[in-house]
């Protein structure tokens, strides 16, 4: 578990893949940002480059003492000094603005702040790899600190000027989450969605379709520090997991194991491994391993330092095509 597999079918050890991923970074922030580099190899008084980011949103910093949480509206300290120092949604409004819905999106987060308030929403921009489009889903959790009033009606009332949620649970259910993914089409008011709801007890999460709830996944949630043989477990006895541990080292990258939780899922048409708390370099390798746009990539590139206070969350959907496995979806998450 020790090595990546190059697509010749030979080994790549972390150390190089790391050499290659800095590369690849350094290359791409050059040739966005212009600099030293260039006029080294073109000579001459070449204008630099201004970077531009893809959002045209003014940033959001982070207030004295405010609180930080991970994707189960769990409190964290901040891994560093972070006062006036970047909000993980500015994140967020990138990605939007890369999906042509910057307005919409702002605006959705606009109206569920003003409805539940700041620091309770977790939200999640979701990579499609095969249809290279991105959709961002919003979860809500039954926390201490979250507005009392909260349910899937309220929050249809909420964003009725903005998004349809064509949801309604029709008997008591015992939910501790549930969640809202919009595409770029049902943010411009194109199209209805709807609601997920999780259950903390079994695991599991159903979509609620109308009045109607349907199995969707199943988690399991596991200490990377402490269950380490659980989840290469876990991992081995998902169906879509390859036979080979070479190609299983592919869907856990030692890169990815210095993380708080490892949470390990099955879905209707894939599986999935999610992993808590990890840092913004981790992000950096996940973005590029991954294959996001190469404008977010350089978004996060050159706001390193102003990112380095946070803790993000990642997970990606696999699924087995004969004897390869692909990746159907990456995701990371922040708060707003």
Same mark, same amino acid.
């Given at each position: 578990?020790?090595a990546?597999?190059?697509?010749?079918?030979?080994?790549?050890?972390?150390?190089?893949?790391e050499?290659?991923?800095a590369?690849?970074?350094?290359?791409?922030?050059?040739?966005?940002?212009?600099?030293?580099?260039?006029?080294?190899?073109?000579?001459?008084?070449?204008?630099?480059?201004a970077?531009?980011p893809?959002?045209?949103?003014?940033?959001e910093?982070v207030?004295?003492?405010?609180?930080?949480?991970?994707?189960?509206l769990?409190?964290?300290?901040?891994?560093g000094?972070?006062a006036?120092q970047?909000?993980?949604?500015?994140?967020l409004?990138?990605?939007?603005?890369?999906?042509?819905?910057?307005?919409?999106?702002?605006?959705?987060?606009?109206?569920?702040?003003?409805?539940?308030?700041?620091?309770?929403?977790?939200?999640?921009?979701?990579?499609?790899?095969?249809e290279?489009r991105?959709?961002?889903?919003?979860?809500? !959790?039954?926390r201490?600190?979250?507005?009392?009033?909260?349910?899937?009606?309220m929050?249809?009332?909420?964003l009725?000027?903005?998004?349809?949620?064509?949801?309604?649970l029709?008997?008591?259910v015992?939910?501790?989450?549930?969640?809202?993914?919009?595409?770029?089409?049902?943010?411009?008011?194109?199209?209805?969605?709807?609601?997920r709801?999780?259950?903390?007890?079994?695991?599991?999460?159903?979509?609620?379709?109308g009045?109607?709830?349907?199995?969707?996944?199943?988690?399991?949630?596991?200490d990377?520090?402490?269950?380490?043989?659980?989840?290469?477990?876990r991992?081995?006895?998902?169906v879509?997991?390859?036979s080979?541990?070479?190609?299983?080292?592919?869907?856990?990258?030692?890169?990815?194991?210095?993380?708080?939780?490892?949470?390990?899922?099955?879905?209707?048409?894939a599986?999935?491994?999610?992993?808590?708390?990890?840092?913004?370099?981790?992000?950096?390798?996940?973005?590029?391993?991954?294959?996001?746009?190469?404008?977010?990539?350089?978004?996060?590139?050159?706001?390193?330092?102003?990112?380095?206070?946070? !803790?993000?969350?990642?997970?990606?959907?696999f699924?087995?095509?004969?004897?390869?496995?692909e990746?159907?979806?990456?995701?990371? !998450?922040?708060?707003?």
């Amino acid at each position: 578990m020790t090595a990546q597999a190059r697509p010749d079918g030979g080994a790549v050890e972390p150390a190089e893949l790391e050499r290659e991923l800095a590369s690849a970074r350094e290359l791409r922030r050059d040739r966005l940002l212009g600099g030293e580099r260039r006029l080294r190899v073109y000579g001459g008084e070449a204008p630099k480059k201004a970077f531009v980011p893809p959002s045209s949103l003014p940033e959001e910093l982070v207030e004295p003492g405010e609180p930080l949480h991970d994707y189960a509206l769990l409190p964290y300290e901040p891994l560093g000094p972070s006062a006036g120092q970047l909000r993980s949604v500015n994140a967020l409004y990138q990605c939007l603005a890369l999906a042509g819905v910057e307005t919409e999106g702002a605006r959705l987060v606009e109206l569920v702040r003003a409805g539940l308030g700041p620091h309770r929403t977790v939200w999640g921009v979701k990579w499609h790899a095969l249809e290279r489009r991105m959709s961002v889903e919003l979860y809500f !959790y039954r926390r201490q600190h979250q507005a009392e009033n909260l349910s899937i009606e309220m929050l249809a009332t909420t964003l009725k000027p903005v998004v349809e949620l064509r949801s309604e649970l029709g008997r008591p259910v015992a939910w501790h989450m549930f969640s809202v993914e919009f595409r770029p089409d049902q943010l411009r008011g194109e199209s209805p969605t709807a609601a997920r709801i999780y259950l903390q007890g079994s695991g599991t999460s159903y979509a609620v379709e109308g009045d109607e709830l349907v199995l969707e996944n199943f988690y399991t949630f596991h200490d990377s520090k402490k269950h380490i043989e659980i989840i290469l477990q876990r991992v081995q006895e998902c169906v879509h997991a390859p036979s080979r541990d070479e190609e299983l080292a592919k869907l856990i990258p030692p890169q990815l194991f210095r993380s708080h939780h490892i949470c390990v899922a099955h879905k209707r048409k894939a599986d999935a491994i999610y992993f808590s708390r990890v840092d913004t370099s981790q992000l950096q390798f996940f973005l590029e391993r991954f294959d996001w746009p190469e404008e977010l990539r350089a978004w996060v590139d050159v706001n390193l330092v102003r990112l380095a206070h946070l !803790y993000w969350d990642l997970g990606f959907d696999f699924r087995r095509v004969h004897d390869d496995v692909e990746t159907v979806k990456s995701g990371f !998450y922040g708060t707003f």
